[in-house]
């Protein structure tokens, strides 16, 4: 029979026992519930902001949406050049060399990304024209490009604002005359650059502007009624700085290698390269002056 000393001494380990196990459940109610509520930060957990975000993901099947406010582009470096010499990039109905090869597509060119896919080892983007497209049913397929052939990089795609004020002393000065753009940044020149304006039937408008819309890259289509007959096709034309909403745009351009004489329905022409320096310079608002 136990003493009455080990039977308080079991009592007592018991009640001790109970409040402990009670101490950590209610511990880690209150750790729960401070978490959810906010009340502490676990700072070991990783964070990936959209620079930091792995390109390409490792499932085969997943869409990158970057953010609601930025995409992911790729560029095209290491293709064809204006004349189609060289070794081509093509768009391809299918993620897969295997697929046939729908347009071949030239270096400097940008394109919006949908998704990336891995195929043995290989990472394939699926290419997306989510833009108004003049003559939407050229676009029959699925598109995707080749990583071999690009570089990926994540951007705030179009950004516009009419009316935009100057946010500091920089302007774009556009001579016909010479077809010659010079950017400023104050007194200090920025860039001289050989351009092509329009031809005579569809020149470069004189006068004053600023620009209101930038995008990485827009899908040039024609003919443009009452502007030109020509029948054209031009995915991912770079680095688009709008300044009338006419639709006379700085842009790069792939497609020709002509600069220093005018050439374009309108627009301004620069070496994509050169259009790519000045996209990432000027602001929404940067004066624009075409000047005869």
Known sequence: MRSKYSSSFFRLSYLFGTLFFASILWSFGFLTSAY?????QIDFLPTFTAEALPSPPESPQTDVHISSTTAQYVEILDSCNTRFEGSCA???SGPGAEFPAIVKIRSGAVLKVDSVHI??????????????????ERVSSELYVSAAYVRPFIDLGIVAQKDALPKNAKRIVIDRSDQMLRAYDGDTLYMEEFISTGVELTPTPLGHFRIYQKTPTRYMQGPIPNISDKTFDLPGVPW???F????????GAYWHDGFGKPHSNGCVNLPPEMAKRLYQWADIGTHVYVNE
């Open 36 to 40: 959810q509520t906010g009340y502490f």
């Open 90 to 92: 093509h768009l391809r």
């Open 119 to 136: 195929i043995e080892g290989a990472a394939w983007y699926r290419i997306q024209f989510d833009e108004w497209l003049r003559y939407p």
């Open 240 to 242: 688009n700085l709008y």
């Open 244 to 251: 009338t909403s006419e639709g006379a745009v700085i842009h």
